[in-house]
């Protein structure tokens, strides 16, 4: 499915994950909280930020990849860097936080968008074919039945990979049967899922930076 470009921002889907549009985020949030939806999204030009206390995965595969970014209205200009792809066959998540900063030239502040979610271990957030182009990840991890060195061609665990023309030459990766990682906190580009389910969603909007996850 080809993939349409707005305002400097390619979308695949008019959806959300993880941290939500300005213009979608009442919309979309009130879909993702009631129900699971297909989703995709990324910032333009923006890196934006992820906690959370506990993210379970099963099926859990890493591989090195490249995120492309379009910074004009027509596509036709494109920024590209390596990114490290997490992908899960399914998720959970407790405590999760993103926040995503945009600068605003015409009025000159600076606007922060927060999204809080899955507050407990009775509600958490949960995801199925999870995608993450990650640029930075802190975290205690705790990995079971890890292969490490596969090649992306050979792996068995995971999601298949989203993209393959987007896959580092190389072919390195790790797979693994399941991964829970604690206390994180991570930086990302881009995020897709085939369903996402946000319970407890709250949603905010501001100009104070206290309200970025970190």
Request: with cysteine.
């Amino acid at each position: 499915m080809e993939s349409q470009v707005r305002g400097g921002t390619r979308w695949k889907r008019f959806a959300v994950v993880m941290v939500p549009s300005v213009a979608a985020a009442a919309c979309v949030g009130v879909g993702l909280a009631q129900g699971a939806l297909a989703a995709s999204f990324s910032v333009s030009g923006q890196e934006f930020k992820v906690t959370a206390d506990h993210l379970h995965g099963d099926g859990f595969a890493q591989y090195g990849g490249i995120d492309t970014t379009y910074t004009s209205t027509d596509g036709d200009k494109k920024t590209q860097r390596p990114v490290a792809i997490s992908s899960f066959d399914s998720a959970e998540i407790t405590k999760m936080c993103q926040s995503v900063k945009t600068e605003i030239p015409l009025i000159g502040k600076t606007i922060y968008l927060r999204l809080d979610a899955g507050p407990d271990a009775e509600h958490k957030v949960k995801a199925t074919n999870l995608y993450i182009d990650v640029a930075q990840l802190d975290a205690d991890a705790e990995f079971k039945n890890i292969d490490i060195g596969v090649a992306v061609q050979d792996k068995t665990r995971g999601p298949e990979v989203k993209d393959k023309k987007t896959v580092l030459p190389g072919g390195f990766a790790q797979q693994a049967e399941s991964a829970d990682l604690y206390k994180v906190k991570q930086t990302a580009w881009a995020t897709t899922a085939g369903t996402f389910k946000l319970s407890g969603l709250k949603m905010r909007l501001g100009t104070d930076p206290k309200m970025e996850c970190y």
